[in-house]
Structure formats: C-alpha cells, structure tokens
C-alpha cells in the first residue's frame, strides 16, 4: 500500500456548461499526470474545456444524516431566497 498512487477526484467542465462536474476518480502520482491522465480518461471527444482534479484525501464533507442541524439555520433567513430578487435580463445566466 506505501507504494500505492494517491486518489485524485476529477471535475470537467463541459463547451456549454457553467460549472465543473465530478465525473469519476483515478491514481496518479502528482496532480499534472492527474490532469493528463483524466484528460484521457475522461475526455477522449473533446467534450471538456476545463478540468480540476483534487486529491481525494483533501475532500471534507459533511453527513447526510447531519442534514436537519446543518441546513435549520438557514430556514429562518428568508431574505436568501432568489424570490426576493429581481434579476436583469443582462445577467444571463447566472
């Protein structure tokens, strides 16, 4: 196992889209042969424009069995609803 690559997690972004996707996980020893080999992997139709890779061992994320306390807060703070704003036509997408 000491001679085991590290995991990275690979996002892409697509020609038309917006925001990064989490599209798998692969081993590389550093993140340019991460980036390099997910190039490969995950977009062999030059469907991607971007591409993020994070060592998996960086990754924190809350439970979702800790959803009730985590996200009550924010129940009570109305004003954060996009109904209370009303966005320009010129923003586009946002």
């Not at 977009?43 to 993020?52: P, Y």
């Not at 439970?63 to 109305?78: A, N, R, T």
């Amino acid at each position: 196992m000491k001679n085991e690559w590290p995991l990275w997690e690979i996002f892409i972004r697509g020609q038309h889209g917006l925001s990064h996707r989490h599209v798998g996980s692969l081993h590389a020893p550093d993140a340019e042969m991460a980036i390099k080999n997910a190039r490969d992997v995950y977009t062999r139709r030059n469907e991607g424009v971007s591409i993020w890779v994070v060592e998996a061992n960086h990754i924190a994320a809350s439970s979702p069995s800790d959803k009730g306390p985590l996200y009550e807060p924010s129940e009570s703070k109305v004003y954060r609803h996009p109904t209370f704003f009303d966005i320009p036509d010129e923003v586009g997408a946002m």
